[in-house]
């Protein structure tokens, strides 16, 4: 089955720096990846996904690129802010797992310090 | 819409005792996802069903049991609670079609002593 590997565990930034996070996928079968952010005490929020016939994707100051041939997906944060702090996991799935169950990542704990 | 939502947020129980978990959703979607979520990892799947009397197991389905009568209701069985149980629970919810994007509940956070 599908696994899925986060990196760093734990990111430290400056207020106003980028911040990225990597993850790797081992299904090439594997066709939609989302990033979700998670707040203490609440439960994970969708922020970005993308599709393996997309390349990259942005929304603002948040932005996702994946390299298929590689099996990697990328989390970028421009100038972040304080309120950017939080955990934030990435996932995948494809259509071979029934019910597009979603593999997750062992989440990074992102600190913007101000 | 109040999106998902799950009762109760907090839970301690004794090993031995059980309980359920509710979750509720009001989005009329047709598939529900239980998840546990343990420190420092990430999330992993438990139960999952595409529909109204439909359910199938995750990836750590042992201890645990699920129903699905209605489609908004989701409810979690633990029978036999193991200190291996404490964790927190997380209840998604996704509309069938072309989006994939699963919403998910506040968490129940669950300690069993």
């Known amino acids: 089955g599908e696994n899925v590997e986060q990196h760093p565990s734990t990111l430290s930034v400056q207020e106003g720096d980028s911040a990225v996070i990597k993850c790797t996928y081992s299904?090439?079968?594997?066709?939609?990846f989302p990033w979700y952010k998670q707040e203490l005490g609440k439960g994970p929020q969708l922020i970005i996904d993308?599709?393996?016939?997309?390349g990259e994707k942005k929304d603002q100051r948040i932005a996702v690129t994946l390299n298929k041939t590689a099996k990697h997906f990328s989390l970028h944060i421009t100038e972040t802010q304080p309120e950017d702090s939080a955990v934030y996991f990435c996932a995948a799935s494809g259509l071979r797992e029934y019910g597009n169950k979603l593999v997750f990542g062992a989440g990074t704990i992102l600190r913007v310090k101000s | 819409n109040a999106g998902v939502t799950q009762t109760p947020k907090f839970r301690i129980l004794k090993i031995g005792q059980s309980m359920t978990l509710q979750c509720a959703q009001d989005m009329n979607h047709n598939y529900m996802y239980w998840y546990r979520q343990d420190p420092g990892m990430g999330l992993k799947l438990i139960y999952y069903?595409?529909?109204?009397?439909?359910?199938d197991k995750g990836e750590v389905p042992n201890g645990y049991n699920v129903s699905r009568s209605t489609t908004e209701d989701f409810p979690l069985r633990l029978e036999l609670a193991a200190p291996s149980q404490t964790s927190v629970y997380f209840c998604a919810s996704r509309v069938q079609g072309s989006s994939d994007t699963q919403y998910f509940g506040p968490g129940t956070r669950l300690t069993v002593l």
């Open positions: 299904d090439s079968a594997s066709n939609y």
């Open positions: 993308i599709r393996s016939n997309v």
């Open positions: 069903s595409v529909g109204a009397g439909i359910t």
